[in-house]
T-cell receptor, first 115, second 110 residues
Framework: GAVVSQHPSWVICKSGTSVKIECRSLDFQATTMFWYRQFPKQSLMLMATSNEGSKATYEQGVEKDKFLINHASLTLSTLTVTSAHPEDSSFYIC???????????FGQGTRLTVV | QQPVQSPQAVILREGEDAVINCSSSKALYSVHWYRQKHGEAPVFLMILLKGGEQKGHDKISASFNEKKQQSSLYLTASQLSYSGTYFCGTEAGSARQLTFGSGTQLTVLP
């Protein structure tokens, strides 16, 4: 199956700082990537759709100025959490799109802790 | 809208069977099933497409009733390794994205 590499796997940052999370498709080109957030004991909730060459599409209630998404190339999408607060602490995970008869391929996920 | 899964949690003894249900209010193109261990990425189990087909892998199988927009995951003779949280992911349109269900926490005890 396709491989999606996400870094870092965990990060601890201070309140008010920014954190960048990278998501790379290693063996396929992706015009679209998806970013999810998962709080403890909850489901994966779609935050935004990253579009190569154009602006990201954000789900209702997600602050686009806080969660900056850049899809710089067909193999790299980044999520930057700006001015992080403790309530932003969560598990963030990216995935490629589903394909015909195939699953969505996920990155390894990033555990963000804001102190 | 998020698919609804039931039950929310289930505890089994090794060797027992379990059924997890997923229900959507939208017409579905496909249903995906994943298992997630704490702190890890979801692991793909299987995909079911329109057509009401049933798929299986080893002792885990699933069905998809597209008319009722429901899917069920069947775990037979459960093993300790089956413990985790199970999510259904539904695909309702052409966006090629998944909407995940509320999750079912499965615990298999020795």
């Amino acid at each position: 199956g396709a491989v999606v590499s996400q870094h870092p796997s965990w990060v601890i940052c201070k309140s008010g700082t920014s954190v960048k999370i990278e998501c790379r498709s290693l063996d396929f080109q992706a015009t679209t990537m998806f970013w999810y957030r998962q709080f403890p004991k909850q489901s994966l909730m779609l935050m935004a759709t990253s579009n190569e060459g154009s602006k990201a599409t954000y789900e209702q209630g997600v602050e686009k100025d806080k969660f900056l998404i850049n899809h710089a190339s067909l193999t790299l999408s980044t999520l930057t959490v700006t001015s992080a607060h403790p309530e932003d602490s969560s598990f963030y995970i990216c995935s490629g799109p589903t394909g015909p008869y195939t699953e969505a391929f996920f990155g390894q996920g990033t555990r963000l802790t804001v102190v | 809208q998020q698919p609804v899964q039931s039950p929310q949690a289930v505890i089994l003894r090794e060797g027992e069977d379990a059924v997890i249900n997923c229900s959507s209010s939208k017409a579905l193109y496909s249903v995906h099933w994943y298992r997630q261990k704490h702190g890890e990425a979801p692991v793909f189990l299987m995909i079911l497409l329109k057509g009401g087909e049933q798929k299986g892998h080893d002792k885990i199988s699933a069905s998809f009733n597209e008319k009722k927009q429901q899917s069920s995951l069947y775990l037979t003779a459960s093993q300790l390794s089956y413990s985790g949280t199970y999510f259904c992911g539904t695909e309702a349109g052409s966006a090629r994205q998944l909407t995940f269900g509320s999750g079912t926490q499965l615990t298999v005890l020795p």
